[in-house]
């Protein structure tokens, strides 16, 4: 039986196109973005009542860290604790290179760790950058979508105009699959919100939500 009626990894880029002002604002954005109250309404909406939460950060190959672990959310007060840590998140890796099959491998290896199972399993992987090293992205994302895994994006253009085309092709997967864009920075906020909306909105339509 199913302990969750989600269970999301939330996974940030910090590569080196993402400077340090940049990534306060990806975890200031992700913070706000939970604490919207449809959003906090419908990680608490399933029949379960809950939701299991993760925050991990990464650039190139070896430079992954699981930054605030599977945390369940069941009440209104631990998803806004959940949204103030991941706003307070250090960024403790090095910035280097962008290992997109890296990371979506170390999520992989998180969700085998999680302390329950959940009905609805979800990575959002979020980055301005193409990968360029290590693990090609669909080698790993065609093994969890095969394993039932969804796999979203949230790319950021400012760099690369046309990166929504290679999370397209090389990234996201899985039942009901989707990437949104926003230009730069400035406009995370929003993004992540609406995209977290769409989340649930998709995680419902597929009946695994009330």
Same mark, same amino acid.
């Given at each position: 039986m199913d302990d969750a009626d989600l269970a !999301?990894? !939330?996974?940030?880029?910090? &590569?080196? &196109?993402? &400077?340090i002002e940049s990534f306060g604002r990806m975890a200031s954005g992700c913070a706000a973005g939970l604490?919207?109250?449809?959003?906090?309404?419908?990680? =608490?909406?399933?029949?379960?009542?809950?939701? !299991?939460?993760?925050l991990l950060i990464w650039? @190139?190959?070896g430079a992954q860290e699981v930054m605030a672990g599977w945390t369940r959310l069941d009440t209104p007060e631990s998803v806004a604790a959940f949204a103030e840590e991941v706003e307070n998140v250090p960024r403790t890796i090095r910035a280097g290179a962008t290992a997109i099959g890296d990371a979506l491998h170390a999520?992989?290896?998180?969700?085998?760790?999680a302390p329950a199972g959940a009905a609805c399993v979800v990575i959002d992987m979020v980055g301005d950058?193409?990968?360029?090293?290590?693990i090609l992205p669909h080698v790993v994302r065609d093994? =969890?979508?095969?394993?039932?895994v969804t796999i979203n994006g949230l790319c950021v253009l400012h760099e690369e105009p046309d990166l929504l085309a290679h999370y397209?092709?090389?990234?996201? @997967?899985?039942?009901g699959a989707f990437a949104m864009t926003c230009q730069d920075f400035s406009e995370f906020e929003e993004a992540m919100r609406q995209k977290l909306r769409r989340e649930i909105i998709a995680a419902r339509q597929r009946g695994r939500l009330a």
């Open positions: !999301l990894i !939330l996974a940030l880029d910090c &590569s080196a &196109s993402v &400077s604490r919207d109250p449809a959003v906090t309404a419908g990680l =608490l909406a399933g029949p379960q009542g809950a939701s !299991l939460l993760a650039s @190139g190959p999520c992989e290896a998180l969700l085998l760790a950058g193409k990968s360029n090293q290590g093994r =969890l979508v095969a394993g039932g397209q092709a090389e990234v996201i @997967g899985g039942p």
